[in-house]
């Protein structure tokens, strides 16, 4: 693959970036990512434990993992899967981010390896990693196939590949972009293109077109009475997560 070639959509990258400093604001205008983020992570640490046989009673269950985090930000994925143990990469096209990451976990006291970059200069490069985690990013690139597939190249055989996203429905809609950028104000105007949303059938289709084996699909549900999210095996229509495995 070609290191000049990427899937980066520019205007994309400079949306994220103008909100940079503000990654580890938990009131912020990351306030959903915050807000999502302990469902993630159950999903994400339930998959890994689960496809390479680690015990999450451990002090450090992912170590010997390699993980990279595409689309870091601010490190909001990548400080929990160092602190579980893994060798974690974070990279993100937003120059803004890195130093916002690098600051944040000198400041705890993590040893996480931030980089500008992108997937396909990652594959170019030949890196190879046992856990790829593709988090609310695949809805922001120009070409989702030529992403995933630089996905694909990044994974070692038998490495496991973690992507969410957001459907492509009327619900998703309502509550990702009027309710979120609109009535409760928690994102900027314009940070989602409901165009460029994907359907689980969707997905699952560019994944198998990028070789890769989906094992799993399941929806994050948020309930505005308890103001939580929570994990649903049926529920797929706004936020949903997919596992998929490089055979």
């Not at 990469?89 to 981010?97: H, K, L, T, W, Y």
């Amino acid at each position: 693959m070609s290191e000049t070639k990427t899937t980066i959509d520019p205007a994309e990258v400079a949306k994220f970036e103008a909100m940079a400093a503000e990654w580890w604001d938990p009131n912020g205008k990351f306030k959903p990512l915050h807000m999502l983020n302990p469902c993630r992570l159950d999903y994400i640490t339930a998959q890994i434990a689960a496809h390479f046989g680690r015990d999450l009673s451990d002090d450090l269950p992912f170590a010997g993992l390699r993980l990279l985090d595409i689309g870091c930000g601010g490190g909001l994925l990548s400080e929990p899967m160092a602190r579980l143990g893994a060798t974690v990469v974070g990279v993100d096209a937003a120059p803004r981010n890195i130093p916002v990451a690098k600051v944040h976990a000198a400041q705890v006291g993590l040893d996480i390896d931030y980089r500008i970059g992108t997937a396909e200069a990652l594959a170019a490069a030949d890196e190879q990693f046992d856990i790829v985690l593709n988090m609310e990013v695949i809805e922001h690139v120009a070409d989702p196939l030529g992403f995933l597939r630089a996905c694909y190249d990044l994974l070692k055989p038998g490495g496991l590949h973690i992507c969410s996203t957001l459907n492509r429905t009327p619900k998703s809609f309502a509550m990702a972009i009027v309710g979120a950028e609109y009535v409760m104000g928690w994102l900027p105007k314009g940070t989602h293109d409901w165009q460029r949303f994907i359907t689980p059938n969707e997905l699952y289709d560019l994944l198998a077109q990028a070789r890769l084996r989906a094992i799993d699909r399941t929806g994050m549900v948020f309930n505005p009475i308890a103001w939580s999210w929570s994990l649903s095996a049926r529920d797929l229509s706004v936020n949903y997560v997919t596992a998929a495995v490089r055979d």
